[in-house]
């Protein structure tokens, strides 16, 4: 059982200087103490009666211990009577104990009085920084990393304006992102270059035949036309503003704005995969490039067609122009009318309600995008008809030299990418809407 016994002769040795210093000679230095004493809320007659009653209440938890060892010596455990009470007067000093260390250090503070908090100014000319600038000529510039001088200031020091109220921060609530899934369709690639050029072919005569094996017999001439096709890398970018404390202060929404960002250059990215207009700086997109939907052939019934049957005949579209299709494009809206689509009985034809699976059709896997119309639909070869090229991956940059951002401790937060693509073979592409095909 611990005793404070270095609080216990501290507080003798407070009373007795107390009293002798109130008696003899009550100078200025025993005025100080008198007044911390004041100020701690206790007299010098409380403290010695603390005194008193903390010495009872160490007697008591030595005697304590003591029955305590005499009990386990002769019966082996300890009364519960015994046990109550020691735990009674070990609390008892203990509180004590606590109470004559909290005035112990009030006084401490009242006699050293409140510490000064120096000012701004203060902060900045007494900095070694500035010192050696200044010890250096002057030139240039220098930074002197001082606090916010507002939120250091606690309730006693010198001009405070008290405590301030911090509100409970719970973390940034994120806005819904769309998944992007049309550069994963594609295949991948890399170059080092603003364009892409590559042949294109654009007009095939097969002439091919049996011939004569009599010697000479002329063998028939077949014709391939290319046509050089140039792509230009296009650079996709935007930028934001933020103050250089709050990045400084909330570390996280450097991170959150970075993802931000990217996000916002994948969601412009897969709208231009798909639907790049090519003109001035788009991509020309596949959508925009593939080969319109016709039917190839004329289904049996033709009269009850649906949704279903116009991505089959697309499918066979593509697969006629030489590039079986590897996946299905679609508006969520459709997939999911697609998916009710139910039998005379009543029963899901592709659904089923209590799991989940793959979205297939047709055995190709079907891609959802709210980049793609409602109502419209794209399949072809996305891993052969059609290429990215990654001139630079998105990046994400963070500047203060940017227009005044230095004078008003702005930065530029700074996402951009470079790609481009190249479709090979738009008739490996089949698009449409699922209006047109049904009426026609």
Same mark, same amino acid.
């Given at each position: 059982?611990? *005793?404070?016994?270095?609080?216990?002769?501290?507080?003798?040795?407070?009373?007795?200087?107390?009293?002798?210093?109130?008696?003899?000679?009550?100078?200025?230095?025993?005025?100080?103490?008198?007044?911390?004493?004041?100020?701690?809320?206790?007299?010098?007659?409380?403290?010695?009666?603390?005194?008193?009653?903390?010495?009872?209440?160490?007697?008591?938890?030595?005697?304590?211990?003591?029955?305590?060892?005499?009990?386990?010596?002769?019966?082996?455990?300890?009364?519960?009577?015994?046990?109550?009470?020691?735990?009674?007067?070990?609390?008892?000093?203990?509180?004590?104990?606590?109470?004559?260390?909290? *005035?112990?250090?009030?006084?401490?503070?009242?006699?050293?009085?409140?510490?000064?908090?120096?000012?701004?100014?203060?902060?900045?000319?007494?900095?070694?920084?500035?010192?050696?600038?200044?010890?250096?000529?002057?030139?240039?510039?220098?930074?002197? +990393?001082?606090?916010?001088?507002?939120?250091?200031?606690?309730?006693?020091?010198?001009?405070?304006?008290?405590?301030?109220?911090?509100?409970?921060?719970?973390?940034?609530?994120?806005? +819904?992102?769309?998944?992007?899934?049309?550069?994963?369709?594609?295949?991948?690639?890399?170059?080092?270059?603003?364009?892409?050029?590559?042949?294109?072919?654009?007009?095939?005569?097969?002439?091919?035949?049996?011939?004569?094996?009599?010697?000479?017999?002329?063998?028939?001439?077949?014709?391939?036309?290319?046509?050089?096709?140039?792509?230009?890398?296009?650079?996709?970018?935007?930028?934001?503003?933020?103050?250089?404390?709050?990045?400084?202060?909330?570390?996280?929404?450097?991170?959150?704005?970075?993802?931000?960002?990217?996000?916002?250059?994948?969601?412009?990215?897969?709208?231009?995969?798909?639907?790049?207009?090519?003109?001035?700086?788009?991509?020309?997109?596949?959508?925009?490039?593939?080969?319109?939907?016709?039917? +190839?052939?004329?289904?049996?019934?033709?009269?009850?067609?649906?949704?279903?049957?116009?991505?089959?005949?697309?499918?066979?579209?593509?697969?006629?122009?030489?590039?079986?299709?590897?996946?299905?494009?679609?508006?969520?809206?459709?997939?999911?009318?697609?998916?009710?689509?139910?039998?005379?009985?009543?029963?899901?034809?592709?659904?089923?309600?209590?799991?989940?699976?793959?979205?297939?059709?047709?055995?190709?896997?079907?891609?959802?995008?709210?980049?793609?119309?409602?109502?419209?639909?794209?399949?072809?070869?996305?891993?052969?008809?059609?290429?990215?090229?990654?001139?630079?991956?998105?990046?994400?940059?963070?500047?203060?030299?940017?227009?005044?951002?230095?004078?008003?401790?702005?930065?530029?937060?700074?996402?951009?990418?470079?790609?481009?693509?190249?479709?090979?073979? +738009?008739?490996?592409?089949?698009?449409?809407?699922?209006?047109?095909?049904?009426?026609?």
């Amino acid at each position: 059982m611990k *005793i404070n016994y270095r609080a216990l002769g501290l507080l003798a040795f407070v009373c007795l200087a107390l009293v002798g210093l109130y008696l003899l000679a009550p100078d200025a230095h025993a005025m100080g103490i008198v007044a911390a004493t004041a100020a701690a809320g206790a007299s010098e007659a409380d403290l010695a009666q603390l005194a008193v009653e903390l010495k009872k209440a160490a007697d008591e938890v030595k005697k304590q211990a003591e029955t305590t060892n005499t009990e386990i010596k002769n019966l082996g455990v300890v009364t519960a009577e015994t046990k109550r009470a020691a735990d009674e007067a070990l609390i008892k000093h203990n509180e004590l104990s606590a109470r004559l260390t909290e *005035i112990e250090q009030k006084m401490v503070r009242g006699a050293a009085g409140p510490e000064r908090r120096k000012t701004l100014g203060e902060m900045v000319t007494g900095h070694d920084d500035l010192k050696a600038f200044i010890k250096a000529g002057g030139r240039g510039r220098v930074a002197i +990393p001082v606090k916010a001088i507002i939120s250091a200031l606690t309730t006693d020091a010198d001009g405070s304006a008290g405590d301030l109220i911090v509100p409970q921060r719970v973390g940034l609530l994120a806005t +819904p992102q769309r998944r992007m899934t049309i550069r994963d369709l594609l295949m991948p690639g890399r170059t080092t270059s603003n364009a892409i050029q590559y042949p294109k072919e654009t007009g095939f005569t097969n002439s091919a035949a049996t011939v004569s094996e009599t010697s000479g017999a002329a063998k028939p001439q077949s014709e391939i036309k290319f046509d050089l096709v140039t792509t230009a890398v296009t650079t996709i970018a935007h930028w934001v503003l933020a103050t250089k404390q709050i990045l400084d202060d909330v570390p996280m929404l450097q991170s959150y704005i970075d993802g931000r960002l990217r996000y916002g250059l994948a969601y412009v990215e897969e709208n231009q995969l798909l639907n790049g207009s090519g003109a001035g700086t788009d991509l020309n997109g596949i959508y925009t490039q593939a080969s319109a939907y016709a039917a +190839p052939i004329v289904p049996t019934a033709a009269g009850n067609l649906t949704k279903i049957d116009v991505i089959r005949l697309a499918i066979l579209q593509a697969f006629l122009a030489e590039y079986p299709s590897n996946g299905i494009v679609m508006h969520p809206a459709d997939w999911a009318d697609i998916e009710l689509t139910k039998t005379d009985d009543g029963a899901y034809l592709f659904a089923n309600p209590q799991g989940g699976t793959e979205p297939r059709l047709w055995r190709l896997p079907v891609v959802e995008t709210q980049a793609m119309t409602i109502d419209k639909f794209l399949t072809g070869a996305f891993n052969m008809g059609a290429q990215i090229f990654d001139r630079e991956d998105a990046t994400v940059e963070i500047s203060t030299e940017d227009s005044d951002n230095f004078r008003k401790n702005l930065v530029t937060i700074r996402a951009e990418e470079r790609l481009a693509l190249a479709v090979y073979r +738009p008739e490996s592409f089949v698009k449409g809407d699922f209006s047109d095909a049904l009426a026609a």
